[in-house]
């Protein structure tokens, strides 16, 4: 059983929808105990930082996910809030990965949409993806290059576009909106074992 984790904001229904795909069982909750004896857990995320790091500490979330075991998947915004910091209402994230959190300079379009190339793959997440490909991103923050960077984009300057740390494993674009390399990602991250 899959347990996506639920905050009241995120794009739960189209990660919901991505995993029907794989027959999976998925489960939207915030319930403690379904969280930890699921097989995997999805972090996803849309949203702003601060007022989302909020609801997660009145659920006490914000001390639970840093401490599961199983593979553990963030996404976008919940990729972000797994870093350290983040500049987006100067929010202290779940420090999961050595990364900060930015927002990219105003000289160019903000906020970075569509699709791009990721790159310089570093994790056998990858496994069965090209060496580059597009995939699509939504955001206006982004997170610096660190060693738990597991793929590199390039909007404005190179930037992490997933992370890993352990049994954590994030992306900075969306998978179920990244045709059949999302999909590919997340089938890779249903076959993940501890």
């Known amino acids: 059983m899959i347990a996506i984790i639920k905050y009241n ?4 229904n189209s990660v919901q929808n991505a995993l029907n795909r794989f027959n999976v069982n998925s489960i939207v909750t915030d319930d ?6 699921a097989d995997k857990v999805i972090f996803p995320g849309v949203g702003e930082a601060s007022s989302t790091m ?3 500490k009145q659920k006490g979330l914000d001390q639970l996910i840093p401490t599961l075991k199983q593979p553990v998947l963030g996404i976008c915004l919940g990729m ?3 870093c350290k ?9 779940l420090g999961i ?3 900060n959190v930015k927002k990219f300079p105003a000289k160019d379009i903000v906020p970075h949409m569509g699709w791009n190339t990721i790159s310089n793959f570093k994790s056998s997440f990858f496994d069965g993806i090209q060496a580059e490909n597009d995939v699509y991103f939504v955001h206006s923050y982004y997170c610096e290059l660190s060693e738990n960077t597991t793929s590199v984009c390039d909007y404005i300057l190179p930037f992490s576009a997933s992370l890993q740390n352990d049994n954590f494993y994030a992306m900075q ?10 999909c590919q990602l997340l089938e890779n991250f249903l076959k993940l074992e501890v």
């Open 9 to 12: 904001g995120g794009n739960v």
């Open 32 to 37: 403690f105990e379904l969280i930890q004896k």
């Open 54 to 56: 909020k609801i997660l």
């Open 80 to 82: 972000q809030l797994m």
């Open 85 to 93: 910091n983040n500049e987006e209402g100067n929010t202290v994230g």
């Open 97 to 99: 990965f050595d990364s």
């Open 173 to 182: 674009f969306h998978p179920e909106k990244s045709g059949e390399i999302g």
